[in-house]
């Protein structure tokens, strides 16, 4: 059903600023918008972005 299409390397970038906005929510500010870090997480770890099957993009290699 969801064909991977962010590549390696975005996936990890990702993750990692998914971690640090969703920290945000805990440390930091502490507000709830830090929850949006969410969204990157979840794509990341999925490696498959909504916006980006609807728009065509492929961030994969192709092999």
Do not use: D, H
Request: some cysteine; charged content about 10%.
């Amino acid at each position: 059903m969801f064909q991977r299409n962010i590549g390696s390397t975005e996936r990890v970038i990702r993750i990692v600023a998914g971690l640090a906005i969703t920290a945000l929510a805990f440390v930091g500010p502490q507000s709830p918008w830090a929850f949006l870090g969410l969204v990157p997480l979840a794509t990341g770890l999925l490696g498959w972005c909504p916006p980006y099957a609807m728009l065509g993009i492929n961030t994969c290699k192709k092999s």
